[in-house]
């Protein structure tokens, strides 16, 4: 018999729509019934691509015995990260306050007032690596609940005056500066791995808000080693496991410090951020590996995340059936000799085995081996590497597929489509236009209501219950904005306008400046969450920096542009301090520091292959955060087309800098060169 869970939209709840257990979705009436009952309330966050939620699910909310022993003495709530990335903030703080350490499956119990006091993540089903059964947990809290409640409630009020005393020095509300920045650039070279690529120790995360920074700051500055540290990293993942040398698209991290051996689950956020990141890496450098590595994840997204509505799916899980009816970690991505052997012949799977550095004892687990391109020696015949890519393709693609986390995610979203924009520009793929055009037409017309308030998901083509957080507002104007300079249509503007108006109202505090990542109306939670750190994608207060900064530049608003300059005094403070954590905010900085240049292409009515020319060199232009209008004479697209016009009757091109602009040009070479820091 289904639970409550089974009217939810989130693919990860609806996994747990069957269980045993009788679930709750996060609510108010959920806690009114542990406050009927009496009882506490279990508190259970994950995500539908999380290999060890799954585990845990099955091995204790799918077991009857436990199933009944929570249902009789607690009220559970099952939460899906990804819609309420808020809850999932509050209590992952608390969690990490009180263990040093956090992750998923989330397990917390909570007071019928939504207060914590008893903190875990994943609990086996018997004791096991010091670590208690979840039995065990549940008994302990239970008879703490019962025998001890006064000391329960004591702990729970300390909890939360702890959290709400966590305020982060964020510094004054001034932007840093060049001092700053070169701080930054110098704590990020002592973590650079110089023999892998990449920054820390394993697991390895893919920087792609720190290679943006350092591409940036390379621009403008002309540092050599920046550049170096961005093109080695990337190059190293794009040869490693965590791409996918065979389907195009990373994984979301490697588990060793060479990039072998990936979680295999691909995030959406992560393929765009790195698909922008590698078509940047193009722009600045001409690098082919980069320009095949960002149309090959352009078209994974495209091919493989995709929804019928037109918008981009969340995830694809790292475990897939192996054949046998096992779910595997990685069953779908990875190869033994034998199985090159089946699809290729004995003489190409010789070829295959070294070209991608399949060996007898595997990378991977049982003698399997994760595809890489190992640097080698030799040359391999170029059309026969494309013919065994191509079958061993097709093999695979007849292997069961991993699951998709088929929700469309607002904020990631709007990453998907600033990429898609750009990359689709960048290499003559209107294809990739069109298909971030659709992503933006789907964000307006289901996420976007007539108050421009935004909703943070929706699944086939129904939209959520759960209001937009700051990240989502941020990066969906981020996308936008890149649409608007892609496509030269002003509505993107206007939108993007619309919801940068909402950040101002809604999130940012008045009197500091700061930025909080749930607006001023929406649920109160027992702590307002406010992380400025960039981690798995830009936080909400980076991404709203940049967007309100790119938005000021095209519009000339002095309201947004101071807002964004308030909202970096916190890269000031933690740039030099903790750069691999405020890449995004770096980055940002840049652009300020830079300008950003505004640059305006005005050409003829009708068809103006002059006027495409210097279209196409302002978007290939490295100045860091460079914004882009284009129309035909007389246009009132974009704010930046007022009066220009066009000189001795040919498209002509408009730079300016800091409230002082150049003369302008219709020459794309020295246009190209006012572009180039």
């Known amino acids: 018999m289904a639970n409550r869970l089974a009217h939810e ?10 269980n045993p257990v009788d679930w709750w979705p996060w609510s108010a009436e959920a806690f009114e019934e542990a406050r009927r009952r009496g009882v506490p309330v279990l508190l259970s966050v994950g995500y539908s691509s999380c290999h060890w939620c799954h585990v845990m699910a099955h091995e204790s909310f799918e077991d009857q015995a436990t199933a009944d022993y929570l249902n009789e003495h607690f009220l559970s709530v099952k939460v899906d990260r990804e819609e309420r990335p808020d809850v999932d903030a509050v209590y992952m703080e608390a969690v990490q306050a009180a263990t040093g350490q956090g992750g998923w499956p989330m397990t917390v119990f909570l007071t019928p007032d939504a207060e914590p006091f008893y903190f875990g993540t994943y609990f086996p089903p018997a004791p096991r690596h010091g670590m208690p059964s979840f039995r065990q947990v549940l008994e302990g809290v239970r008879h703490a609940w019962t025998d001890r409640r006064e000391e329960v409630a004591e702990v729970a009020g300390k909890i939360v005056r702890d959290l709400a005393g966590r ?3 964020y510094g004054d509300d001034v932007a840093p500066g060049e001092q700053e920045l070169s701080q ?24 792609s808000m720190v290679i943006e920074f350092l591409l940036r700051h390379h ?24 791409y996918d040398q065979l389907g195009g698209g990373f994984a979301r991290y490697s588990v060793d410090r060479d990039w072998t051996v990936p979680h295999f689950e691909k995030m959406l956020y992560d393929n765009a951020l790195l698909c922008r990141v590698y078509a940047h890496l193009w722009r600045a450098t001409g690098s082919e590996l980069a320009r095949r590595v960002a149309l090959e994840t352009a078209d994974f997204m495209v091919r493989e995340l995709r929804t019928a509505e037109g918008g981009f799916a969340s995830a694809l899980d790292a475990d897939s059936d ?27 799977a010789q070829a295959a085995a070294q070209y991608f550095g399949v060996t007898e004892s595997g990378t991977f687990e049982e003698g399997a081996s994760v595809l890489q391109l190992p640097q080698q020696d030799g040359v391999f015949d170029a059309e026969k590497i494309a013919s065994i890519k191509e079958r061993l393709a097709a093999a695979r693609a007849a292997r069961p597929a991993p699951g998709r986390d088929d929700k469309v995610v607002a904020a990631w979203n709007g990453l998907a489509v600033a990429a ?5 520009a960048y290499f003559d793929r209107p294809d990739l ?44 104007a981020e996308g936008f904005l890149a649409l608007a300079s892609v496509t030269g249509e002003g509505v993107w503007l206007e939108f993007a306008g619309f919801l940068l108006d909402q950040v101002l109202i809604r999130f940012v505090d008045p009197e500091s400046g700061a930025l909080y990542d749930t607006a001023a109306d929406a649920e109160r939670l027992i702590r307002r969450p406010q992380d400025p750190t960039d981690n798995a ?27 964004a300059e308030r909202a970096l005094g916190v890269v000031k403070a933690l740039g030099p301090r903790v750069p691999r954590f405020i890449g995004w905010g770096l980055a940002v900085a840049e652009a300020l520091l830079d300008g950003p240049r505004e640059v305006a292409v005005v050409g003829r009515a009708g068809g103006d292959p002059a006027a495409d020319e210097l279209h196409r060199t302002a978007l290939l232009g490295t100045a860091p955060g460079a914004v882009v209008a284009r129309g035909a004479l007389g246009s009132e697209e974009f704010p930046l087309l007022a009066d220009r016009v066009l000189v001795e009757g040919a498209a002509t091109a408009y730079v300016c800098r800091g409230f002082v602009c150049e003369l302008p040009t219709t020459d794309a070479d020295a246009l190209r060169d006012r572009l180039t820091p």
Not at 544 to 558: F, I, M, P, V
């Open 184 to 207: 930054a650039l110098l704590g990020l070279t002592r973590e650079y791995d110089p023999q892998r690529g990449g920054f820390g120790g394993a697991p390895k995360f893919p920087p």
């Open 537 to 563: 994608v830009p936080s909400g207060w980076s991404a709203a920096a940049g967007a309100l900064l790119s938005y000021a530049a095209h519009t000339g608003s002095e309201p947004h542009r101071t807002a």
């Open 219 to 242: 621009a403008r500055t002309g540092a050599e080693g920046a550049l170096q540290m961005a093109r080695d990293t990337c190059e190293r993942m794009a040869r490693g496991g965590i």
């Open 9 to 18: 939209t989130s693919p990860y709840l609806l996994q747990h729509a069957d």
């Open 167 to 169: 305020e982060i020095a």
């Open 420 to 424: 898609l924009a750009e990359t689709g």
């Open 433 to 476: 236009v069109d298909a971030a055009v659709a992503a933006a037409d789907l964000l307006v017309r289901l996420h976007l209501d007539d108050r421009a308030r935004l909703a943070r998901t929706s699944k086939d083509g129904h939209v959520g219950a759960n209001a937009g957080v700051l990240e989502d507002y941020a990066d969906v």
């Open 322 to 348: 192996d054949g046998t009816g096992r779910h595997v970690e990685g069953a779908y991505y990875v190869w033994t000799p034998e199985q090159l052997a089946e699809v290729l012949g004995a003489e190409d």
